[in-house]
């Protein structure tokens, strides 16, 4: 395999490719982001190292959604495609001693990532997946700026602003809930007129704590992406405990990290307060962990990573949720 590196950005896309280790030869290239630009970078890739594109590795990091198009054109030319996560390359570039960050470097470190590094291959969802993901995310822009037209008219009131102020506030917040209204039709539109996403959704359903909301993101989350076992779910979803121990005067205690799906933990924490309620599973695995002295909030993420297996159970066999321990209502 011959390993290409590519720093994505809007406008273009920085290509390093190693064409040989011993003694490493590398070559670089800068083509567009656009479809002209995918063209060239597979036929570069494939005429430098004199190979078929089914001989090409690409690693890329994820850039909001610059690098979907690149990702999608490499993979249906038959190339291998790595999208990894940007803050375990920038440690690995560190470990190489790097301290500079250019678009230059960065993408000749994300080709040596790519020869010593390990992940899964990149796979695209199903299109109705991605069509479902695209449009929770136009729901979750339009959302954010409804809470900041909200806002808006809060500081407007307690300012006393003159009329036309608040009548262009008063307009701009009814057309977002009208937005957010068809957008939540048109969810449940696309779920309804898809078979396989409807039997899914409704066994994400079947779990006490689950909602309409909970449900959508996590079908989302879960199909995007093959994950071979539960854990690797809930470690995407950054809800996997980092430990910092050596010796024995070094004893922090286990947290969660910083990175993961920022929706996905928002609405996981959500239900997770819902699911120690009506969940039995849920429940029972939270009043263990307090009883043996975790911190409430502690316990409150094993109850969330707690979700994320059950989802991905209920999806794995197909089956509805069935709990592990008899209710007590």
């Not at 991605?130 to 900041?148: F, G, H, P, S, Y």
């Not at 922090?252 to 799906?261: A, S, Y």
């Amino acid at each position: 395999m011959y390993v290409i590196g590519v720093d994505v950005s809007k406008a273009k896309l920085d290509c390093g490719l190693i064409v040989e280790l011993d003694p490493m030869k590398r070559r670089q290239k800068v083509v567009s982001n656009d479809a002209q630009g995918w063209v060239k970078l597979v036929d570069w890739a494939c005429q430098s190292a004199h190979c078929a594109p089914e001989q090409l590795k690409i690693v890329l990091e994820p850039t909001s959604s610059y690098h979907e198009g690149v990702a999608h054109y490499a993979h249906d030319r038959g190339a291998r495609v790595w999208i990894v996560n940007p803050k375990q390359v920038r440690d690995f570039a560190k470990g190489l001693g790097l301290r500079s960050k250019t678009d230059a470097l960065d993408c000749l470190v994300l080709a040596q990532f790519g020869l010593k590094g390990r992940t899964v291959d990149w796979i695209p969802a199903p299109l109705p997946v991605r069509q479902l993901q695209a449009l929770l995310r136009r729901m979750e822009d339009v959302e954010k700026t409804l809470q900041a037209e909200f806002n808006r008219v809060e500081a407007a009131t307690a300012a006393q602003a003159p009329e036309p102020v608040m009548q262009s506030l008063e307009k701009s917040v009814e057309f977002f809930k009208q937005e957010r209204k068809r957008l939540n039709e048109q969810i449940d539109q696309h779920i309804d007129g898809h078979p396989d996403l409807k039997s899914d959704y409704e066994l994400l359903r079947s779990i006490p704590a689950v909602g309409p909301c909970s449900a959508r993101v996590m079908l989302v989350k879960l199909r995007a992406r093959q994950f071979e076992n539960a854990a690797q779910a809930s470690a995407f979803m950054g809800l996997r405990p980092v430990y910092w121990e050596s010796g024995s005067s070094v004893r922090k205690l286990p947290r969660m990290g910083p990175h993961g799906e920022r929706l996905a933990r928002r609405i996981l924490y959500m239900a997770a307060l819902t699911a120690m309620r009506t969940n039995p599973d849920a429940r029972a695995l939270y009043e263990r962990l307090v009883r043996g002295g975790k911190k409430p909030m502690l316990a409150l993420c094993a109850v969330m990573r707690k979700l994320v297996h059950i989802c991905f159970g209920v999806l794995k066999h197909q089956r509805p949720y069935e709990p592990q321990i008899a209710s007590s209502t």
